[in-house]
């Protein structure tokens, strides 16, 4: 069986066609960027801009290939509001969005615990589309009687793709208006945050087959009318799928943000950490995120390595100053912000001298991301010891190279790891 798998992110959207049996690509990996717009703490997509990407990617696919199914695993949480006639009442506001850190913060502080507990997560700005969207509703009171549907990015994929749409479970805790032990909308966070239930489509598997191919959108495609198309689920889920995890394994995505997370049998709320379904069946995640990631790095390239190429920043002059000795330390070590706090966070460096070199600033940085990389794992809550790790993104190789226990046989390079685990969605089906 052979399927069509898209990958949508915040700087671009990839597509190849997928054999499911083996979860490899078939065809070759295209991709498209999209534009972040950025203004102060806003981080939006332009859901029209993703729409024509997928197409740009899918008709070169769709002229040499005859797919099966449609699957997708998207950014998450990355949400819209959408009118009665399903039309755009908003951009895709997504996770690196921070205007709603008011309502973050007066939730935390008049609720906490009792949140927490019920959601499985604090009340993030960025982390939780329910309390970004209720903070859009408050700043602009007049939306409310336009606002039709409440989805997030596959939901609205899929209702534009089929005509039909939900909430995979995964996406659904990323809300903050799902209670994940009941595995149901939450009345109370829905009324607390100011959000209709009747705007909440029903919760389902990410495996599950929404509808098939509308003709207008086959039309647009290239693609058979009826092609069946799956919810999907969050890319860190679709790279847990890809690598066939199991409790007592590590998935370490190393992108422009750094994120890790683990399979667990229990689910346990924590102040640092993300708790949340996988989004296919029943199992649980705890994620956890380094501060110091992929961007922090392509901070320190534009500002202070311009003279040279990508290629031996990240090769050479990465190596050469991770072995530099330096007293320089970057303290606080968020550079790039801490996605597991409501408050902003910033980075610093100490121990500055006329003496200081541009290597002192990348080894202290580098560094910082290393000793960062303990406290995600610690938040984790299931000890730093795993059976196997998995490295996925664009910089899984860097951080394999520099790290030494990435270097041992249970480490496995995962290629491709989101959008490979599309096949997954599919199994059940080639069977």
């Given at each position: 069986m052979r399927v069509l798998a898209w990958d949508i992110g915040t700087s671009a959207v990839k597509a190849a066609v997928l054999d499911v049996a083996s979860a490899q690509p078939v065809s070759e990996v295209l991709r498209r960027p999209l534009t972040l717009q950025q203004e102060g703490e806003a981080a939006t997509l332009d859901p029209e801009e993703i729409w024509s990407a997928l197409v740009q990617v899918t008709r070169p696919l769709a002229e040499r290939f005859v797919v099966e199914g449609i699957g997708m695993c998207c950014l998450t949480p990355g949400w819209l509001l959408l009118d009665n006639s399903d039309k755009p009442l908003t951009p895709v506001i997504t996770h690196l969005d921070r205007r709603s850190r008011p309502l973050a913060r007066q939730v935390w502080e008049s609720y906490g615990e009792a949140f927490l507990q019920d959601t499985g997560n604090k009340p993030l700005p960025g982390g939780l589309s329910g309390i970004a969207c209720g903070y859009l509703l408050q700043a602009q009171p007049l939306l409310r009687a336009r606002v039709g549907r409440f989805v997030h990015l596959n939901g609205w994929l899929c209702l534009r793709l089929t005509g039909e749409t939900a909430f995979d479970f995964g996406n659904a805790c990323f809300t903050g208006l799902f209670d994940y032990r009941q595995r149901r909308w939450s009345p109370r966070w829905c009324r607390e945050l100011g959000i209709e239930a009747a705007w909440l489509s029903d919760v389902a598997d990410g495996r599950t087959t929404i509808g098939g191919l509308k003709k207008?959108?086959?039309?647009?495609?290239?693609?058979?009318?009826?092609?069946?198309?799956?919810?999907?689920?969050?890319?860190?889920?679709?790279?847990?799928?890809?690598?066939?995890?199991?409790?007592?394994?590590?998935?370490?995505?190393?992108?422009?943000?750094?994120?890790?997370?683990?399979?667990?049998?229990?689910?346990?709320?924590?102040?640092?950490?993300?708790?949340?379904?996988?989004?296919?069946?029943?199992?649980?995640?705890?994620?956890?995120?380094?501060?110091?990631?992929?961007?922090?790095?392509?901070?320190?390239?534009?500002?202070?390595?311009?003279?040279?190429?990508?290629?031996?920043?990240?090769?050479?002059?990465?190596?050469?100053?991770?072995?530099?000795?330096?007293?320089?330390?970057?303290?606080?070590?968020?550079?790039?912000?801490?996605?597991?706090?409501?408050?902003?966070?910033?980075?610093?460096?100490?121990?500055?001298?006329?003496?200081?070199?541009?290597?002192?600033?990348?080894?202290?940085?580098?560094?910082?991301?290393?000793?960062?990389?303990?406290?995600?794992?610690?938040?984790?809550?299931?000890?730093?010891?795993?059976?196997?790790?998995?490295?996925?993104?664009?910089?899984?190789?860097?951080?394999?190279?520099?790290?030494?226990?990435?270097?041992?046989?249970?480490?496995?390079?995962?290629?491709?790891?989101?959008?490979?685990?599309?096949?997954?969605?599919?199994?059940?089906?080639?069977?």
């Open positions: 207008w959108a086959a039309d647009e495609f290239g693609l058979p009318a009826g092609v069946p198309v799956k919810l999907g689920v969050a890319d860190t889920s679709a790279a847990v799928l890809a690598a066939q995890m199991q409790v007592g394994d590590l998935l370490h995505v190393v992108g422009t943000t750094q994120v890790l997370a683990t399979l667990v049998e229990q689910p346990r709320p924590g102040l640092d950490h993300l708790t949340r379904m996988l989004g296919v069946g029943s199992a649980f995640l705890h994620v956890a995120h380094n501060p110091v990631g992929g961007v922090a790095l392509a901070w320190v390239y534009r500002l202070c390595f311009r003279d040279q190429s990508a290629e031996v920043f990240y090769t050479m002059t990465l190596a050469e100053a991770w072995h530099r000795s330096t007293n320089v330390v970057l303290d606080p070590p968020y550079l790039g912000g801490d996605r597991l706090a409501i408050e902003p966070a910033q980075a610093g460096f100490r121990n500055l001298q006329l003496s200081t070199d541009r290597l002192d600033l990348l080894s202290a940085v580098l560094h910082a991301m290393h000793q960062q990389h303990y406290r995600a794992l610690a938040a984790l809550q299931v000890g730093q010891s795993f059976r196997r790790v998995f490295l996925t993104g664009g910089g899984a190789e860097v951080i394999r190279s520099l790290f030494q226990e990435y270097r041992q046989e249970q480490v496995i390079l995962l290629e491709e790891g989101s959008l490979r685990g599309v096949a997954k969605l599919f199994a059940k089906d080639a069977e």
